[in-house]
């Protein structure tokens, strides 16, 4: 493993950075400079060289000093998610594979579909989840963004792992609204054993409030890709719906489900939302956002107000706080619902696409290389938090 000291992001790179902001992340008018600073038992050393020269950002090790992280793969390509298996770690990169790490070691395995991704803006091979009996099936769920017919759309499909490779076995939905931007694509298994996918609204706010579209919805079905008998709408995915762009998705242990999901562009911007997730709720967008309320619709439990953080993964610890990586924000979050509280765990990194925690350590997956970050040269990177 390789002692993760360097610091990504200097002040004076921060300026370019929010410069090279687009769509929906550059319009946020309060965004002020992430700090630089480290958690408290971080390899401390300011950085003196240039982004992509890693070489010279690299401060000299001590015996004494714990790094704040360790990285255990490198020169990720646009990951997006970090699932286990045991002690083997499989992330998917948004080109269109999928990488498995074992002891530091890394395989890029390459996914056989039926239908290409389509790798433009925030689309392509988003969403990879391994089956809840993976270990004896062999199988991973996949959402990924396609093109057909001059539509750009997006697919849930079924994989298998053969080999070093993964092939599709089925298509379990397709025609959900896609678009350069707002493409959702996170997966999560219920703790009902059920398949729930996020979907974005394509970039037509008006999708979210229409029931007979895919777009800007959680929608939930079986492990094989059926409506469940129980879903809140007749023979619909539908779960919860009236949602602008949800990229999080966790449960707490008392089984309440939580979503995050990206505020409005332009102006205001911001208002990222944390919401508690109900089947058949309408969480308001394109209607309503922030504190604001209409009958029938949900306000979310917390807002960024006018700050955006852009969050992405999320998962919940064992004492029910949700851990939210960040892409504009760069930076782990963790709000506790208990105290109504937003506060910075880790930073200094760069773009964050994806949280996880196993046997008490967080995980993270960096996102500087999917054209919004300024990538250090052995980005992006999966890294352990210590401590
Ligand atoms: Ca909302």
């Known amino acids: 493993m390789l002692k993760g000291s360097k610091k990504a992001a200097a002040v004076l790179m921060l300026t ?3 410069g090279a902001m687009t769509a929906c992340e550059q319009n946020e008018p ?28 690299e401060p000299a090790e001590t015996a004494e000093t714990e790094a704040a992280y360790e990285v255990l793969a490198e020169r990720l390509r646009v990951p997006w998610v970090i699932e286990f298996d045991g002690d083997t770690i499989y992330t998917s ?55 057909e017919n001059g539509k750009i759309l997006n697919r849930v499909v079924l994989l298998k792992q053969n080999g070093n490779q993964w092939d599709e076995v ?30 974005g609204d394509a970039q037509q706010g008006e999708l979210a409030q229409d029931l007979n579209s895919l777009a800007g919805k959680i929608l939930r079905m ?29 449960w707490d242990s008392e089984g309440v489900m939580y979503n995050t999901e990206h505020g409005p562009s332009g102006t205001p ?23 604001a309320e209409k009958a029938g619709m949900i306000t979310p439990i917390y807002h960024t107000g006018e700050k955006a953080i852009a969050p992405s993964g999320m998962t919940i610890d064992d004492n029910n706080r949700l851990l939210i990586a960040t892409l504009l924000g760069s930076a782990l979050y963790r709000y506790d619902p208990a105290a109504d509280e937003l506060s910075v765990v880790f930073e200094g990194e760069g773009r964050l696409r994806d949280v996880k925690i196993k046997d008490g350590k967080i995980y993270v ?11 250090a040269e052995n980005d992006d990177r999966l890294l352990v938090l210590n401590g």
């Open 16 to 18: 370019v950075w929010i």
């Open 30 to 57: 309060s965004v002020t400079a992430p700090a630089v600073n480290s958690p408290s038992n971080a390899t401390s050393n300011p950085p003196s060289g240039t982004a992509g020269n890693s070489e010279t950002t």
């Open 93 to 147: 990169e948004r080109e269109g594979g999928v990488v498995k790490v074992v002891n530091g070691e890394t395989t890029r395995q390459s996914v056989h579909l039926a239908k290409p991704v389509h790798g433009r803006g925030e689309g392509g091979f988003l969403g990879f989840l391994l089956a809840p009996d993976f270990a004896q099936s062999r199988n991973a769920y996949a959402y990924h963004t396609y093109r």
């Open 170 to 199: 089925q298509a379990l939905l397709e025609g959900i609204p896609g678009a350069a931007n707002h493409d959702g694509g996170r997966m999560a298994i219920g703790p009902d054993n059920q398949l729930y996918v996020t979907t």
């Open 222 to 250: 079986t492990l094989d890709g059926k409506v469940p008998s129980d879903n809140p709408f007749p023979d619909s995915y539908v779960y919860s719906y009236g949602h602008r762009n949800p990229q999080g998705l966790d």
């Open 269 to 291: 911007g911001g208002h990222d939302e944390i919401n508690i997730i109900k089947p058949g709720g309408n969480y308001g967008w394109p209607d309503i956002y922030g504190d």
């Open 365 to 375: 997956i960096t996102n500087n290389t999917d054209g919004r970050g300024i990538p």
